[in-house]
């Protein structure tokens, strides 16, 4: 079936920096959904991207869908404390609304 | 307010007890998801159902059941819950269009424990 590789699973860094993290698939995929969950809640969508080489910004968020469609990466910048929790990407093929999700990437940002 | 509501959020049982644990959307969503969350695993799904009446199994249904009668509640059933269920579960509401795609709301989770 279906799978998303997200990396890294984890990344420690500074008050200020600017964060990276991407996913990538074997199959195609026609939506590519980023959310993030803070300790003990449920995911929260941050960004969704529905054509191939979309980029989108939500504030200090930019997301892109990448060209090959099997491919997606969200970058933070300037982060805050508060940037704190887990991001998946998640993202459909063409199985109606079954949404594949990555194994996650926890961020921990250091005042 | 739009809302994916699950209850109970924490639960410790015993092998071999039946439970439920209940999802309600207020969205009138066709599209329904049970996850589980386990470290380094992500989110895996357990069942989904694409309307009233109809459910279909995800990448992980041993030993669960659901069920939908209505079009905002979809309850997952543990028959005879096992250790290696004890997981943190999400419920999910799809919003889908044709032209859009889709995004998944979720509720605020379940903390299972199975001793």
């Known amino acids: 079936g279906q799978q998303l590789n997200q990396s890294p699973q984890s990344m420690f860094i500074q008050e200020g920096e600017d964060v990276s993290m991407n996913c990538t698939s074997s199959s195609i995929f026609n939506t590519w959904l980023w959310y993030k969950q803070d300790p003990g809640e449920g995911p929260v969508l941050l960004i969704a991207l529905y054509k191939a080489g979309e980029l989108t910004s939500n504030g200090r968020l930019t997301a892109q869908f990448g060209i090959t469609r099997k491919d997606s990466f969200l970058n933070i910048s300037a982060s805050i404390p508060s940037d704190v929790g887990i991001y998946f990407c998640?993202?459909?093929?063409?199985?109606?609304?079954?949404?594949?999700f990555g194994q996650g990437t926890e961020l921990s940002v250091k005042p | 307010e739009a809302q994916v509501t699950q209850n109970p959020r924490y639960l410790i049982t015993v092998t071999g007890k039946k439970l439920t644990v209940t999802c309600s959307q207020n969205?009138?969503?066709?599209?329904m998801s049970w996850y589980r969350q386990d470290p380094g695993l992500g989110l895996r799904q357990i069942y989904y159902?694409?309307?009233?009446?109809?459910?279909d199994k995800g990448d992980v249904p041993e030993g669960y059941k659901v069920s939908r009668k209505e079009k905002r509640n979809f309850p997952l059933i543990l028959e005879s819950p096992s250790p290696n269920q004890t997981s943190l579960y999400f419920c999910?509401?799809?919003?889908?269009?044709?032209?859009?795609?889709?995004?998944?709301?979720f509720g605020q989770g379940t903390r299972l424990t199975v001793v």
């Open positions: 998640a993202g459909q093929g063409n199985q109606g609304g079954k949404l594949i």
């Open positions: 159902s694409m309307n009233v009446e109809v459910t």
């Open positions: 999910a509401s799809l919003k889908q269009g044709a032209t859009w795609g889709t995004e998944a709301f």
């Open positions: 969205m009138n969503h066709e599209y």
